[in-house]
């Protein structure tokens, strides 16, 4: 960065401005599990928010203090903090948070933005994600890639696997829903479609394997 | 010497008069003297010295003018150089869903389908 060495993003504020912002964004954090904001605020808020949650396990009396004067709404979010995500972190040694990048939230300054969320929370993206990859593979009848079997494992490390494999369900019920509706609207222009529909199913041939291919047609 | 003879030749010449106007006589003849060649070699008929160098400065400052107007193109394509967007080279396939999307980025259309489960799951927006 522009001046030298900087410990810190100073996010175009002084510092109590910048501190006020921080507590903003990890007191959401804390309420909703899942916050999009632009990745520089994303990347500090997760210093504080990791500090929080040691905080949490360590749980004494100035520990207490301390995390009462991070969050603006202690009397709602403590209980949460000092129950429900400190037991859930016990057994994990750092890494609660996760930032992962995503596309533009601002469509006007198209700022690079982000996603913070508690890793194993309820809106745990990469979960979902892999969730999602699992269903559609189902559905192709592929086998998954090394990637998504090594997110299996990390997704599923301390968590059970049944919530995955539900989750799993819903989405391949999703998918498969979306596609019903998809169907419907094309039902009409089905004839003008026809050969687009060919040019598609080449494509799709493309993503498909061999093995997986033959599979679908015995379903079929 | 010669200055010397000067000097004296005046009182002899005139001893009854001032010597302010002797003193007059005296520079002007040093100053036609010693100068008047080389002036009239630099400037040949302006014998002051001094307005002759700025009237050189001047006329070089006037002449370092803009001939034509800058076009607005040409002020543009000036101005907006090397601020052109880049190429997005960087694709790949979503694994969710299998549509083009940015690698390192949270496919769009994926994260649509997890906020519909969540909005499911935990509808009332206010934490839980």
Redesign the interface.
Known sequence: MAGGLVKYRHLSRKSSARQALLRGLVTQLV??E?IQTTYAKAKETQRLAEKLITLAKRNNEPCRRSAQGILYTPN??MP?LFGELRNRYLTREGGYTRV????PKNTYDQGESA?LEFVDG??D?RF??TA??LA?DRLLGRSS?P??LQNVKKVTKFRDEKELEE?VQ??MI?STEGEGALEAQSAESAKLAEKEGAAAEILAGD?VPESAKSGEQVKR | MAAMATTFLPRLASPLSFSVSRWATFYTTQYTLKFLPALSIAVPGVTINIPGLLGDIWESVLRAVPKNKVSHSKKRSRQMAGKALKDVNHLCKCPGCGEVKRTHRLCQNCLEDMKRIWRQDYPVNRGF
Do not use: A, C, P
């Open positions: 309420q909703y899942h709602l979010l949460k992962v990048r995503t596309e996603i309820k809106k993206s979902m994600m999602k990859t559609r890639t990637v998504t989750m819903r989405f999703l993503i």
